[in-house]
């Protein structure tokens, strides 16, 4: 779910995956408050703990802090199709889930294009659960 992200020049860029090892001494670039509940927990999981550098709320400020070398951080793969020129991006070892809710007033009684999102929300969702 999660990838670090560092600049390519960064001695990370040899490692096919990370671990908790490979970032906790780091300057780290960390989510704000609210968006970091995920990469603390990877962090406290592991036994480890972030060295905190930087909390930023915008992804692309990351993402250009990290690209001039300031330091690493742990994104949702979502946000990796964005990745700029200069970020290298590895998946962590044990790999980073996180929830996430889905929440109408009522699911009986959304309009069209609503009902059409959920339904595309929840079969994305169980084909990736069955690795298709």
Known sequence: MNAVRYAFRHRLCEERVIHIGHVAGEPFIMPAKGCDTNVRRWFAEQGGSPNVRFELED???IM???????GVSILPETIVSDA???ISVRPLVPEARRTIGLAAVSFKKTGPAASKAISFIIEAFRSEERGS
Do not use: E
């Open 64 to 70: 250009a802090m990290v690209r001039n070398g300031l």
């Open 84 to 86: 700029p020129s200069g």
């Open 59 to 61: 992804d692309h400020a």
